[in-house]
């Protein structure tokens, strides 16, 4: 005990003599091991971002965090320099630090992240994803590796069908948990966590934080310390958003201007579509158009998709095109601009791919086309993102800073509508891939969720003729566009001053006198209808501006007072008197529903939908799986009724482990105990000995991990072994083990079988040559016989 107190004290001051003063304010600041800042230094991180400079103190003190802040803003350094610092050096003992992904790819970049930070420390990471070859998985958790970074299901997988124990995992990070809940995989975590020591350190880290992350937060973290920044910010302040309204037939030529404009400036661009046929479709056109460009989509093979990647990070092309599978999780840093093809039906996912760009400090531009059937889900992210509607006027110039809704110019129509027409003429390919994507964009219009109820309304209400009534987008205009557009404006807005019955008629004609009091009684009641209309405009700008209030925080204070011990956010500035009396008015008032029920309706996360739709706008973008989603039904003999296919799918069938925890019955198929017989490893199930206080103290897996076969030593016959003389080697279940070495008499049986094997192969080979050259002069001579006739 005194030598744990001397080293608990010798690091404590080890890491106060590798502070700098506190006002210093970067990496050195933290106290960090040598290893590891040599490591960050070497990556080229110059000063911590601000979720790394609250986060990074609180976890090294040994605190569950749950860290909360927008993509992009440098989550992944934020667990895996402290994380680094904790483990400091190699040890063979077994898995001591675990971090969870949602994606493979998101995985991968972590696992990337790790060795790229931790090169200095030698320590040693391992990645287990959904792909990948489970004897190759099976022959890296043999090594003990010191951190895993995995994704829930294939670590799941592992873990049931390897019988892994977790013992000394003293440290685990659940990366973008709203994702992880999102995409059902609850239950895997909660059999995860089960497993875990109690002493173990969590972290918790998202872009969102819905309530039923905050339930997860108490159930799973001790005394959790929450870190939350840029809340109210759903994305970065250097973010342009340009929304440009089109007709759904001028979408391809609006996409195809937005790509050339571009790769032309050089923009590293992505490019989102709705279905991976929209993305083949968009490929072959560019391709015509003369720009190289990436694609990737979830059905792609794994080593093209990669090597797409890497083509873009590369810079060997400046436009990516993809689905929603790159929302989250691909690394692609130093992004200039995203387009959005088809606009994403939920503003989450809205956020999530405007994440993309504007990072570390960096402007960025998100151009959404939005067509007519689209309105209800700009609608939805404008009052989730609590900003008014502002639509493109005459006059207006393009503001970096002034979200602004225009139109699309009728020049860039015309000119990319000829380009299309011109590459579309005898081109079969083309008019096939034009045809499936049509038909894969009307199984993802029944399929996407439907928007708000309220939104569509607005949109029926006032939002639609505003958008018709606009401007062109100043984001896409030039000078030939302000002609045009006053000259449409002025032949839109004519009106003749007399009507059929006053033309050639007399002044005294009683129809010229009847239509003139008309007029002029109808004039006074057009301009109370222009008056009143102008007023509706100002007033839907004005509640987009109210609606903010209500969707400021996913959780309410009260919540997250009772869930964490601890708040760590932005300091704001003190109010004034008349602010605290407005504070208490609020505090009393009782709402007909609640103030954050419009966030939460956006970040919700519903696992009964989600098990039945699998999220079709992240994992189905090809019109065959969404059609198996939407329509799919079986009968169910419990139930009594037809299901969703998915319910009776034998991949979800589900075992009750020993603890109770429900999981697929496809975990435990006997995969790791035939790996074990093929590379005839012996193992020793330490379980049993473990339970009556066996000499197992890591009790890291009840599978022996170190044994990798006889050693070296070992290999004679009879020495080393631990066997009697005579004493046959037995396998699992007390089977005699085959023995591989050949007696003399069965080496000259397998010769005398090759030798007359190649006798025989020799002999057919020369009777198929005789009847070769027969069957040629035969021929020939016939062919001269014909030619004599």
């Known amino acids: 005990m005194a030598s744990d107190d001397e080293g608990e004290n010798w690091e404590a001051l080890r890491q106060s003599r590798n502070r700098k003063d506190k006002k210093a304010g970067g990496w050195q600041a933290m106290g960090l091991d040598h290893g590891v800042f040599k490591g960050i230094e070497k990556k080229g991180f110059r000063q911590p971002t601000p979720i790394q400079r609250k986060t990074i103190p609180c976890i090294i003190d040994g605190k569950d965090v749950v860290g909360m802040s927008r993509t992009g803003s440098g989550k992944t350094a934020a667990f895996v320099v402290p994380m680094l610092h904790r483990l400091k050096r190699r040890d063979t003992k077994g898995t001591r630090a675990l971090l969870i992904s949602p994606t493979r790819e998101l995985a991968l970049q972590t696992h990337k992240v790790i060795k790229e930070l931790g090169r200095f420390t030698g320590l040693e990471a391992a990645c287990l994803v959904g792909g990948d070859s489970m004897d190759e998985q099976f022959a890296t958790l043999h090594g003990s590796p010191d951190i895993l970074v995995a994704t829930p299901g294939r670590l799941l997988h592992i873990v049931v069908e390897m019988n892994l124990r977790l013992n000394a995992v003293e440290y685990i990070v659940f990366d973008e948990a709203d994702r992880l809940f999102e995409m059902g995989f609850r239950e895997q975590l909660a059999d995860i966590l089960k497993r875990l020591p109690e002493s173990r350190q969590t972290l918790l880290f998202s872009a969102t934080l819905p309530k039923m992350l905050v339930d997860f937060a108490k159930a799973g973290l001790t005394d959790p310390t929450l870190i939350r920044l840029d809340v109210d910010e759903k994305v970065s302040d250097l973010l342009s958003m340009v929304f440009v309204a089109c007709r759904p037939g001028d979408r391809t030529a609006a996409a195809v201007h937005l790509a050339r404009k571009n790769v032309q400036e050089r923009k590293q661009t992505v490019m989102f579509c709705a279905t991976m046929k929209h993305v083949e479709y968009y490929v072959a056109i560019l391709h015509r158009a003369g720009i190289d460009c990436s694609f990737i989509y979830s059905q792609l093979d794994p080593l093209a998709r990669k090597q797409n990647i890497n083509r873009f990070r590369n810079k060997e092309t400046y436009l990516l095109i993809v689905t929603d599978v790159a929302a989250r999780g691909v690394d692609i840093p130093l992004l200039d601009t995203v387009i959005n093809v088809h606009f994403p039906p939920k503003p989450k996912l809205f956020v999530h791919r405007a994440g993309r760009v504007a990072r570390n400090g960096q402007p960025g531009t998100a151009v959404s086309l939005v067509a007519a059937d689209e309105l209800p889900y700009m609608v939805d992210l404008f009052l989730f993102l609590g900003r008014p509607m502002v639509f493109a006027k ?132 057009i301009r109370v209808k222009k008056e009143e209309e102008e007023k509706k405009r100002e007033a839907a700008a004005e509640e987009a501006v109210r609606a903010a209030a209500a969707v400021a925080n996913q959780a309410d204070e009260a919540t997250l007072a009772e869930a964490f011990t601890e708040l760590i956010s932005k300091s704001g500035k003190k109010l004034t008197r008349n602010e605290r009396m407005e504070e208490e008015k609020k505090l009393h008032f009782i709402a007909y529903n609640a103030e954050d029920a419009r966030a939460e309706a956006a970040l919700a996360v519903d696992f009964s939908r989600a098990a039945e739709s699998a999220d079709v706008n992240i994992i189905a973008d ?53 790996w074990v017989k093929n590379r005839k490893l012996g193992f020793e199930n330490k379980k049993d000995s473990d339970d009556e206080g066996g000499d197992d103290e890591d009790g ?14 070992q290999r004679r016959w009879g020495k080393g072994d631990g066997r009697k003389k005579g004493e046959q080697q037995r396998g699992q279940g007390g089977r005699k083990i085959r023995s591989e070495i050949l007696r003399p008499e069965q080496v000259l049986k397998n010769r005398k079988k090759k030798l007359a094997k190649q006798d025989y192969q020799e002999y057919r080979r020369e009777e198929n040559m005789k ?19």
Not at 705 to 711: A, F, I, S, Y
């Open 394 to 525: 005459d006059g207006d110039e393009y503001d970096e800073k002034v979200t602004m809704i225009g139109r699309l110019p009728d020049r860039i129509v015309d000119l990319e509508n000829d380009f299309l027409a011109a590459i579309h003429d005898n081109n079969i390919d083309l008019h096939d891939l034009q045809h499936k994507s049509t038909m894969a964009l009307g199984k993802y219009g029944r399929t996407r969720p439907a928007p708000s109820a309220e939104s569509a309304r607005r949109v029926k209400s006032d939002v639609r003729t505003a958008v018709s009534g606009c401007s062109y987008h100043p984001f896409l205009k030039d000078a030939s566009d302000r002609q045009q557009t006053s000259v449409l404006n002025a032949l839109a807005n004519y009106k003749a001053a007399t009507t059929i019955f006053e033309v050639h008629s007399n002044s005294k004609d009683v129809q010229v006198g009847v239509m003139k009091n008309m007029r002029r009684m109808n004039a006074e009641k």
């Open 771 to 789: 009847t070769k050259m027969k069957s040629g002069r035969g021929g020939s001579s016939k062919g001269g016989k014909g030619g004599k006739v």
């Open 700 to 713: 890291e897996r009840a599978v022996n991990m170190d044994d990798d076969g006889p050693k070296q030593h």
């Open 622 to 674: 090809d019109e065959r799986g969404l059609y198996k989603q939407k329509n799919e039904k079986k009968w169910d003999r419990k139930t009594k009724k037809f299901v969703g296919a998915a319910n009776d799918d034998p991949s979800k069938k589900k075992i009750r482990t020993e603890d109770g925890t429900w999981i697929p019955a496809s975990y435990k198929s006997g995969i790791y105990e035939k």
